[in-house]
Structure formats: structure tokens, C-alpha cells
């Protein structure tokens, strides 16, 4: 797969989704934060940014031949386990490989302004392995950059296959982006993340996996 030329396609394309959506800095560079910050989101219409980029990927998977998009009609149901946000619309990706897995685009509100929340899922059902931003309120914003740059690499995770999503069936989930993981509900009595990841990558896990190879 043309990594570089993947991305340049998605950028090409960001430039038409996210005309509307104009990216911005850091509120807070020095790490200053107002009381009065917390709990609140004085402009929850600029993280329609991450649809605007989960758009611009839909387009440029479609345009390359990688995948077919289609709405999802119950995006509720469209998850193996429903996310911590509820969410009104969904666009499943299936891979013209048929082997791949699917990738699902969900997306949530803050403050009911539609769009606003990007949830990112594998499968399908879909495990659910990102949902951005993680919180809202305006204390914590740290600017655009860092929730595009996310968004990007859970999707080419996703699409050249480094990606692992571990399920104990018990609230325990792994999330593994290449050489990143992140952990919820894994305790100190399970056993080590990187044991864990590498059975799943062997096929041999006693855990519910989703994982695939690339779409290309």
C-alpha cells in the first residue's frame, strides 16, 4: 500500500470536507486553565472538524478503490459493545478485501450540536476504539492538531492492518495502533498488555479479537 500517497489523497480531499471546519491552536499553551472552564464548551460547532476529516478519508478509501461506504441504518446497533456516547449516525467502510476489516465512522453531539463527536470503530459489529474528543468541556482543549492527528492514525491502523482490539468480556479492552496501546479496565491480576497482544496477533488469544490484515 502507498502510505504517503494514501494520506496525500485524504489531504486532497480534507481540503474540500474541511473548508468550513478551520483548525485552531492550543487555548492553553502554558497549561493555564479558568476554573470556570470545566464542564462547559462555549463552541462545540468547531469539533465538526472531525467529521470533516473522517469524510475526507471516506472519500479518498472510495476513490481509491479501497473500500464501498454505505450508511449505516441503526448506528445504535451498529456496535459490539454501545460507546460511552450516543450516537445518531454511522458510515460503515467495507474493504474491497474480503478479509479486511471494516472500519465505521459514528458520529455523537456535545451540547446537541449534531457531529461534533467522531467515533471510531472496527469491525461489525464494530469494537469501538476511539471516541474524540474524550471530553469535551473547554479545559480540556488542547486545539485541533492532536485529534486529527489521532483520527489519522486509528484509520491507517485500521487500514494496513496493525490494529488490535482485545475484548475480556468482562469491561476489559485493549486497543493496540501498530506499536501503541491503550488499556480500560485492565487490572493489575490480568495478564501484561504485550502478552496479551502478541497471542492475539498469533491467533491464539482466549480473548474476543478483531483484527485483519491491510485492504491492500
Request: proline share 8%; aromatic share 6%.
Amino acid at each position: 500500500m502507498d502510505r504517503a500517497g494514501l494520506c496525500r489523497a485524504v489531504d486532497e480531499a480534507f481540503a474540500i470536507t474541511g473548508a468550513d471546519t478551520p483548525p485552531w491552536p492550543d487555548p492553553h499553551p502554558d497549561g493555564d486553565v479558568r476554573d470556570e472552564e470545566y464542564s462547559r464548551c462555549l463552541e462545540p460547532g468547531k469539533y465538526r472538524i472531525l467529521a470533516a476529516r473522517a469524510e475526507a478519508w471516506t472519500r479518498a478509501l472510495s476513490a481509491l478503490g479501497l473500500a464501498e461506504a454505505e450508511p449505516v441504518a441503526d448506528p445504535a446497533s451498529a456496535w459490539r459493545r454501545a460507546p460511552d456516547v450516543a450516537v445518531s449516525g454511522a458510515v460503515l467502510l467495507r474493504p474491497v478485501h474480503a478479509e479486511a476489516v471494516p472500519l465505521v465512522f459514528g458520529y455523537s453531539a456535545i451540547d446537541d450540536v449534531p457531529r461534533t463527536v467522531l467515533v471510531l470503530g472496527a469491525g461489525q459489529p464494530a469494537a469501538t476504539l476511539q471516541v474524540l474528543p474524550d471530553c469535551g468541556c473547554d479545559a480540556c482543549d488542547d486545539g485541533s492538531a492532536g485529534l486529527l492527528e489521532m483520527t489519522d492514525d486509528i484509520v491507517l491502523a485500521v487500514v494496513t492492518g496493525s490494529f488490535v482490539h482485545v475484548d475480556d468480556g468482562r469491561g476489559g479492552e485493549i486497543v493496540a495502533t501498530g506499536d501503541s496501546w491503550s488499556a480500560s479496565n485492565w487490572g493489575t491480576s490480568a495478564p501484561p498488555v504485550e502478552k496479551v497482544l502478541a497471542e492475539a496477533r498469533d491467533g491464539r488469544s482466549p480473548y474476543r479479537v478483531v483484527t485483519g490484515p491491510a485492504w491492500a
